[in-house]
């Protein structure tokens, strides 16, 4: 008998199928055992109407026939005949899966990580993060960008500053990648629209929601451009269909963190910082500290302001100082001091930068 995974098992009423995965939950009521099975597609309840041996975690595998319980999650449940313990879990699990929260230390959480790892809730939160990622790619293919992937060990550092990671590479000192922007302006020449889903590395604290010293980036180049709108434009646009495709397939996986859509509007608003930074100051007596351009308390303002006042949890916050971002930044022709770029916030986080880069050679030197 093939495998039925626990998705499909509805379609499979009053059949004999089987299933194989972990006791999630399992409870006696007199003669009758019932076992909470879960395996990667989903969860369903076996009902044994005789003695068997399981416990919560073993890895087990259940035949029996697929019947109609409007109560049962999905609307089925398994009248087990034939139970068999593929891997036995060897100790008692330190904490039930089994329960809508892990209301734990984060001490016990991580100690204890691959088990944790297993609730339904965090497993929302890979599930909804692979999707993420699917939209991203699809989406931008349909965009006509190629896929790239770029070196991560490099012979300099890619962005400057003191924030890279440097290490021996046989006779030679080398560093981890701070970004693929070289590599993809270099692809921009080749395709003229590139994108990578790839690591980052940078030697800052990781320990806030601003500063992680290895993450996965999603970046792009694009050429023949007007201006930065034109990005602006390409990323709200991409953003929209990531959201749209997140609604419709991973609507269970918000639910489990209650979440019940996801918004982009058609035209995110936009701002430039030096008026975002007097409506701080004058409306929410705030100022941003003189060291900063804008600090993770603006942002957050910022980001509050948006909702306040457009109803939307996005906002970009453009034309930041050119003598912050010199390098690639192309100056504004209006105000050379300000630069042509943006920093996208969701929910006061600035999750995206992007921008019109300098593309003349004189001005690069």
């Given at each position: 008998?093939?495998r039925t995974?626990?998705?499909?098992?509805?379609?499979?009423?009053?059949?004999?199928?089987?299933?194989?995965?972990?006791?999630?939950?399992l409870?006696?009521?007199?003669?009758?055992?019932?076992?909470?099975i879960?395996?990667?597609?989903?969860?369903?309840?076996?009902?044994?109407?005789?003695?068997?041996?399981?416990?919560?975690?073993?890895?087990?595998?259940?035949?029996?026939?697929?019947?109609?319980?409007k109560?049962?999650?999905?609307?089925?449940?398994?009248?087990g005949q034939?139970?068999?313990?593929?891997?036995?879990?060897?100790?008692?699990?330190p904490?039930?899966l089994?329960k809508?929260?892990?209301?734990l230390?984060?001490a016990?959480?991580?100690d204890?990580?691959?088990?944790?790892?297993?609730?339904?809730?965090?497993?929302?939160?890979?599930?909804?993060y692979?999707?993420l990622?699917?939209?991203?790619e699809?989406?931008?293919?349909e965009?006509?960008?190629v896929?790239?992937?770029?070196p991560?060990?490099?012979?300099?550092?890619?962005?400057?500053?003191?924030?890279?990671?440097?290490l021996?590479?046989?006779?030679?000192?080398?560093?981890l990648?701070?970004?693929p922007?070289?590599?993809?302006?270099?692809?921009?020449?080749?395709?003229e629209?590139?994108?990578?889903?790839?690591?980052?590395?940078?030697?800052?604290?990781?320990?806030t929601?601003?500063?992680?010293?290895?993450?996965?980036g999603?970046?792009?180049?694009?050429?023949?451009?007007?201006?930065?709108?034109?990005?602006?434009?390409m990323l709200?646009?991409?953003?929209?269909?990531?959201?749209?495709?997140?609604?419709?397939?991973?609507?269970?996986?918000?639910?489990?963190?209650?979440i019940?859509t996801?918004k982009?509007?058609?035209?995110?608003?936009?701002?430039?910082?030096?008026?975002?930074?007097?409506?701080?100051?004058?409306k929410?007596?705030?100022?941003?500290?003189?060291?900063?351009?804008?600090?993770?308390?603006?942002e957050?303002?910022a980001?509050r302001?948006?909702s306040?006042?457009?109803?939307?949890d996005?906002?970009?916050?453009?034309?930041y100082?050119?003598?912050?971002?010199?390098?690639?930044?192309?100056?504004?022709?209006e105000n050379?001091?300000?630069?042509?770029?943006f920093?996208?916030?969701?929910?006061?986080?600035e999750?995206?930068?992007?921008?019109?880069?300098i593309?003349?050679?004189?001005?690069?030197?």
């Open positions: 008998m093939e995974l626990i998705k499909d098992a509805k379609e499979k009423i009053g059949q004999e199928i089987k299933i194989q995965g972990r006791v999630l939950n409870r006696a009521l007199s003669n009758v055992k019932f076992l909470v879960q395996d990667y597609s989903g969860v369903i309840q076996a009902v044994f109407e005789k003695e068997v041996e399981a416990k919560v975690g073993d890895a087990v595998e259940i035949k029996g026939q697929a019947r109609e319980d109560r049962a999650k999905g609307g089925v449940e398994i009248s034939d139970l068999k313990i593929i891997s036995a879990c060897v100790e008692d699990l904490f039930d089994s809508p929260n892990l209301n230390q984060l016990t959480l991580l204890q990580r691959s088990l944790a790892l297993r609730h339904p809730k965090v497993q929302a939160i890979f599930r909804l692979d999707l990622l699917e939209s991203y699809k989406t931008m293919r965009e006509n960008f896929e790239i992937k770029t991560k060990i490099l012979e300099a550092a890619s962005e400057g500053g003191a924030n890279f990671f440097k021996q590479y046989f006779e030679k000192s080398a560093y990648a701070q970004s922007q070289f590599y993809k302006q270099i692809m921009v020449g080749v395709f629209r590139v994108f990578e889903i790839g690591s980052v590395f940078r030697a800052e604290p990781h320990f929601t601003r500063h992680v010293n290895e993450y996965v999603l970046d792009a180049e694009m050429g023949f451009i007007n201006d930065f709108q034109d990005v602006a434009k709200n646009k991409i953003l929209g269909r990531m959201f749209e495709e997140i609604n419709s397939r991973g609507e269970e996986y918000l639910k489990a963190h209650k019940e996801l982009v509007p058609k035209e995110i608003h936009q701002m430039k910082l030096a008026e975002i930074k007097k409506i701080i100051k004058e929410y007596n705030y100022e941003i500290p003189e060291t900063t351009d804008i600090d993770p308390e603006g957050r303002i980001g302001w948006a306040e006042e457009h109803d939307s996005f906002l970009f916050i453009t034309h100082p050119w003598s912050d971002r010199p390098f690639y930044t192309m100056p504004c022709q050379p001091k300000e630069t042509c770029g920093d996208l916030l969701y929910k006061g986080l999750i995206a930068t992007g921008g019109q880069r593309h003349l050679y004189d001005e690069l030197l």
